[in-house]
């Protein structure tokens, strides 16, 4: 089982635990650094993390699940002490950066 096979397994297992009260509905809040994703970035995400949690939930709860996708402002975000911008997340995703915390 790759690693990504595993984590997908923990987070349907965390939504399990979660998720399991009648009244309660899937909501879920996800931050990005301001500018890192298009328009049609976020339209997919949303898209693609709807159809993980129908998923599990089943299609009856599709027009149930909230999904926010929340910018947060360069200088806003911090790690161990330290501003991160989106050019530190930038670095890190290519593989050039490293957070010195």
């Known amino acids: ?4 096979n595993q984590k997908f397994i923990e987070f349907r297992k965390s939504l399990n635990r979660t998720y399991r009260k009648a009244n ?6 996800i931050k ?3 500018g ?3 328009k049609d970035d976020t339209k997919k995400l949303i898209a693609d993390v709807t159809d993980v949690l129908v998923s599990f ?8 699940i909230w999904i ?3 910018e947060i402002k360069t200088g806003n975000f911090g790690v161990g002490g330290q ?5 530190d997340i930038k670095a890190l ?4 950066g490293n957070l010195e915390l």
């Open 1 to 4: 089982m790759t690693r990504e």
């Open 24 to 29: 309660e509905i899937p909501f879920v809040e």
């Open 32 to 34: 990005v650094m301001e």
């Open 36 to 38: 890192e994703l298009s």
């Open 57 to 64: 939930f089943g299609e009856n709860l599709r027009n149930n």
């Open 68 to 70: 926010i996708v929340q």
């Open 83 to 87: 501003v991160i911008g989106l050019e």
């Open 93 to 96: 995703q290519a593989g050039k």
